[in-house]
């Protein structure tokens, strides 16, 4: 624990040197032209900014919302130009996948299809993996995976034909094990590993893959506390009474509110998102991974290079910090003593957390 402050330094004072470099040697763009660009989920935060900036810039923007007369779906209809054309869709179902797919080649056949933005995506429980249903691991991964790659594949032949880009947004949660975040985090995994898939296979046909791994950032999602509320509640009245007395509601309620705390820490601009999708889709050479927001080089640094026991202390004091379930509390029947919270880094409570980014 006394190595983590000056290695951390070194790693902020690195991260920010090549942030520097990185944007002063920035490659020249492409012209937009009449380039048409397609993106899921722009109900609401960085769909909804990524598509009003690509609509000022020029492009031809196809967005996807889950519902026509959302709120999102009507500023999108009142702020940008013609040229943005709202299209509804549901990634659990084929149908809805089936429609865009006709309507996006009928609709690009003067222009091609440039990009493709895969940006909807689902978070529906924050618990352990043991508290969290196995329905919710199925939806995520329907909605950030299974959708996500039945469209990219039925784009495909028009991404190749334009020699084009595909852009996913990612999550650290799907390169880190983030407590409490098993469901979303292994739907992201996938995900990451099958743009990089892609991103060989499609190497020959001059298409180039992106994933943006964004740090926390305060979209409408991570804003609305009534939606994380009712989401606890639903997991609260769904769990089995065995798993309910063995960790008990002051647990969940625990991690609920340690999750809340570190989400007011989000950042509130979402340009570098913004930004980093953009560069994804013009530059002449893009990376293959953007990592937008404060802090997130010092996170994959922490992860990648030191010892499993402080980037676990890490993630457990930047993010949600377990307490001892019920079960496991001293007085309790039939059980053995906890050990020492100062000697085992995961009974520790430790600090209030903080989003790092």
């Known amino acids: 624990q ?3 402050p000056p290695l951390a330094t070194l790693a902020v004072l690195a991260t920010a040197g090549w942030i520097a470099l990185s944007r002063l040697a920035r490659p020249q763009r492409l012209p937009v032209a009449t380039r048409a660009v397609l993106i899921t989920g722009c109900d609401s935060g960085f769909g909804k900014e990524t598509a009003k900036k690509l609509d000022s810039m020029g492009f031809t923007v196809l967005a996807t919302v ?3 007369n959302s709120p999102g779906a009507i500023e999108l209809r009142t702020c940008c130009s013609p040229r943005l054309r709202l299209l509804q869709l549901d990634l659990t179902k084929s149908a809805d996948i089936s429609h865009v797919l006709e309507f996006t080649k009928a609709h690009t056949t003067s222009t091609g299809l440039w990009g493709l933005v895969n ?3 689902l978070n529906e429980v924050v618990a352990d993996v043991e508290l969290s249903p196995v329905a919710t691991f199925r939806s995520c991964m329907e909605v950030n995976f299974f959708g996500a790659l039945e469209l990219t ?3 495909l032949p028009l991404l190749r034909s334009s020699r084009g880009r595909i852009v996913t947004v990612g999550s650290p949660a799907g390169d880190m094990p983030y407590p409490c975040l098993g469901a979303y985090g292994t739907s992201k995994a996938a995900m990451a590993l099958l743009m990089d898939v892609f991103s060989c296979e499609l190497l020959p ?6 994933t943006i ?3 926390c950032f305060r979209t409408e999602s991570v804003k609305d506390v009534g939606r994380w509320e009712r989401r606890k509640q639903l997991l609260l009245a769904s769990l089995p009474q065995e798993l309910l007395q063995a960790y008990g509601k002051d647990y969940i309620e625990h991690l609920n509110k340690q999750f809340l705390r570190s989400l007011h820490l989000a950042m509130p601009d979402l340009s570098p998102v913004v930004d980093d999708i953009i560069d994804a889709l013009l530059a002449a050479q893009p990376r293959r991974r953007y990592y937008p927001g404060q802090g997130v080089g010092l996170m994959y640094f922490i992860h990648y290079y030191l010892p499993e ?3 676990r202390r890490f993630l457990q004091t930047f993010f949600i910090s377990h307490c001892l379930p019920q079960a496991l509390q001293p007085g309790q029947p039939g ?3 906890p050990q020492d919270p100062a000697r085992d880094p995961n009974l520790s409570p430790g600090p209030s957390p903080a989003v790092a980014q």
């Open 2 to 4: 006394r190595l983590l």
């Open 66 to 68: 889950m519902e026509l």
């Open 119 to 121: 940006n909807a995506g």
């Open 153 to 155: 594949k039925g784009l």
């Open 205 to 210: 046909w001059g298409v180039k893959v992106s």
């Open 213 to 215: 791994q964004p740090g």
């Open 309 to 311: 026991g402080l980037r």
């Open 335 to 337: 059980t053995t003593p």
